[in-house]
């Protein structure tokens, strides 16, 4: 038996409609993926399968210094012991080879180490010598050369061992990612039309007094690439020009600045609108380096903004402002930012349309009149019905007081008006 065609053509079933119809683009949401940097600076890297492990000690001092703190405190500490052991052990073996340990001793035969009778004695003989905290009753004499040259030999390694781990001590207190924790990032990044442009842009402030000397700012957006030959670029990096009046990007941190970078043609923003930039993986570092006042060390603070922490058609609210001639930051409103008229289109189809942006700003100017002819006309009724309200009881008091009067007759009044009549 033949199968029964449809009464619909083939060209009109639902299908083929379907098919015919433009479908927008589905943005789907951004895979969560790992951060390059951290918010506070620290790089988000992990070093794994290390062969050549003795690297690391061919530069000793960086490796201390680079240790945490109770690593750095059990090596000093321990550094310490071993080189008193070590030597006790020394002046022990100068002792015993002597004889100055043996009990019977003459007592006219002099000691290479006057009352270093035992190890113990030797282990704080030996602590004397190397702190130089004093010579008590145990003290070095003439009749051994080996006892002098072991006190040489004590007093060179004690200074060496002094310079190294006190001059480790002193770099990991004054490294200068310590003073990067005054430097300040906010917490978003805002995306805002300034100057008839599209701009990125991000706020940095100084919470000390003490300036950074010759500080830059560099910007970096971190994605991933691919190239025209199918190599897979998992961090491409690639510099961002920020609006400074130096070409060095150098800035006076003064006060809390907005680094601004105009997202033109060559920016690896030109292409985004706000829709894809939420779907995109990119990634802006900013760094900010420089030479502290005080003690002359370059330092370096780094943050980072992902897709989330891009606020597409906000601004920075002003922090800075003058009270009895003196310049005021209010660092509470740091990170505060406002919404303000922002196309949503990529800086590309801005440039080609600029009529776009006229639109975007006649429509919040449309938009900022009619509230605040919604906010006139709220006062006024409120106005209104307050001063109705109040009307109210005026009214009842004019009545009552244009009320007739009640005039009670007496007889004898009543006499006197009927007489008249």
Not at 240 to 250: G, I, P
Request: hydrophobic share 40%; proline share 4%.
């Amino acid at each position: 038996m033949l199968a029964r065609k449809s009464i619909i053509p083939e060209e009109f079933s639902l299908p083929i409609l379907a098919s015919r119809i433009p479908r927008k683009p589905v943005f789907r949401d951004r895979v969560n993926k790992a951060r390059f940097i951290a918010k506070s600076g620290s790089c988000n890297l992990a070093h794994k399968n290390i062969r050549e492990q003795g690297r690391f000690l061919q530069d000793v001092f960086t490796t201390l210094v680079d240790l945490k703190w109770r690593f750095t405190l059990v090596i000093f500490t321990m550094t310490f012991l071993c080189s008193w052991l070590l030597f006790a052990m020394g002046w022990w073996l100068v002792a015993f080879a002597h004889g100055d340990l043996e009990p019977t001793r003459k007592d006219d035969i002099q000691q290479c180490v006057t009352n270093v009778k035992s190890f113990t004695s030797a282990f704080l003989f030996s602590i004397e010598v190397q702190v130089t905290i004093g010579f008590g009753h145990r003290m070095i004499t003439e009749q051994c050369p080996a006892a002098i040259a072991v006190l040489i030999f004590q007093n060179i390694a004690g200074l060496i061992i002094n310079a190294i781990m006190l001059g480790c001590i002193f770099m990991k207190t004054a490294q200068s990612h310590r003073r990067a924790e005054t430097l300040i990032f906010s917490r978003n990044a805002v995306i805002a039309v300034r100057n008839n442009r599209l701009c990125f842009m991000t706020r940095v402030g100084d919470l000390r007094k003490s300036m950074i000397i010759g500080a830059a700012v560099r910007l970096q957006v971190v994605r991933k690439t691919t190239t025209p030959e199918g190599e897979v670029i998992p961090i491409h990096q690639i510099d961002v020009q920020t609006d400074s009046a130096a070409a060095s990007n150098s800035i006076f941190l003064l006060a809390p600045l907005i680094i601004c970078h105009t997202i033109d043609k060559d920016s690896p923003l030109y292409d985004l609108s706000a829709m894809e930039l939420q779907c995109s993986d990119l990634e802006v570092i900013v760094i900010l380096e420089g030479v502290v006042e005080t003690t002359g060390i370059t330092t370096q603070a780094r943050t980072s903004y992902v897709t989330e922490e891009i606020q597409w058609g906000h601004r920075f609210v002003p922090i800075v402002t003058e009270e009895d001639g003196v310049y005021s930051v209010d660092y509470s409103k740091f990170g505060n930012t406002v919404k303000v008229a922002t196309p949503r289109c990529s800086a590309r189809e801005l440039d080609e349309k600029p009529s776009i942006l006229i639109q975007t700003l006649q429509k919040s100017e449309l938009s900022h009149q009619n509230s605040l002819r919604k906010r006139n006309s709220m006062r006024r009724n409120n106005s209104m019905r307050k001063g109705a309200g109040s009307s109210v009881p005026m009214r009842r008091n004019n009545s009552a007081l244009t009320m007739p009067k009640v005039q009670f007759l007496t007889p004898e009044t009543v006499g006197q008006n009927v007489a008249i009549t």
